[in-house]
């Protein structure tokens, strides 16, 4: 999983098509990636591909999401969509492997890009390493959001629509982790549960628009970054199931 979506951000360049990023992505997939495989044993499989979320009209066409700027998630790619110097990029992924689902997201830049734009980045893919850190067993998912929250600390609008989510045995599954809360509120983490984390931070407001089934922007026009890792819940420290 971490293989292939980090294999896709290493062509993400100037003048490549988001359509081309996926069509890459799902041939990692099919392929197995670096997984080594039995005589005639297939490769793995795209979540997101012909995946119908509640409430969409029509199944979703890709195998990647890929949210150009102010498009915060579930962008479809397109032929005619080209990426562009500075441009920043949201990669998201989910594979199914022998019927276990993983789901996992990464923003990028597109060459060389401004110095707001790096520091989003940076600064969303850090709120993913502390929401993870807070994801101990014992400690509720409240604990998660309220570490991601306190983190941010007012610098960017956390998304509050959208969040983590569980994920094992289907692509989303209970139960909502938000990137927001309040210590020791909502579920209990007990260890052996899988969670997706996924922090989504907007330069400015934190108000967002349902452009279509699927693509989400920001309402101001302004860019969004996002990350994410499936983990795995122990006694301890939890496992990230989705780094390389």
Do not use: W
């Not at 409430?55 to 150009?68: E, H, K, M």
């Not at 997201?105 to 597109?110: K, L, Y």
């Not at 579920?187 to 984390?197: F, N, Q, R, S």
């Amino acid at each position: 999983m971490a293989f292939v979506l980090h294999e896709v951000a290493k062509r993400v360049v100037p003048g490549i098509s988001t359509k081309e990023l996926n069509d890459y992505a799902e041939k990692l997939i099919r392929e197995g990636g670096l997984a080594p495989r039995s005589l005639g044993e297939v490769g793995d499989q795209p979540a997101f591909l012909n995946y119908q979320p509640s409430g969409s009209r029509s199944p979703y066409p890709a195998s990647l999401c890929t949210s150009v700027n102010d498009e915060i998630v579930h962008c479809v790619p397109k032929e005619d969509r080209i990426l562009k110097e500075g441009d920043i990029i949201s990669i998201d992924l989910g594979l199914k492997h022998k019927g276990m689902f993983t789901d996992m997201a990464m923003t990028v830049p597109v060459g060389k890009i401004d110095v707001e734009s790096k520091k989003l980045i940076e600064v969303t893919r850090k709120a993913l390493e502390t929401g993870i850190a807070a994801a101990q067993g014992g400690n509720h998912i409240g604990d998660i959001g309220e570490a991601i929250e306190k983190f941010v600390d007012k610098r960017y609008g956390i998304v509050r629509e959208l969040a983590g989510h569980g994920v094992g045995r289907e692509i989303h599954e209970a139960p909502f982790v938000p990137n927001y809360g309040g210590r020791g509120k909502g579920e209990k983490l007990v260890p052996g549960m899988v969670i997706a984390i996924e922090p989504m931070l907007n330069l400015g407001t934190e108000k967002i628009i349902f452009e279509n089934d699927y693509t989400v922007r920001t309402k101001d026009g302004k860019r969004s970054a996002h990350f994410e890792h499936t983990i795995l819940i122990t006694e301890g420290k939890p496992e990230i199931l989705t780094s390389l």
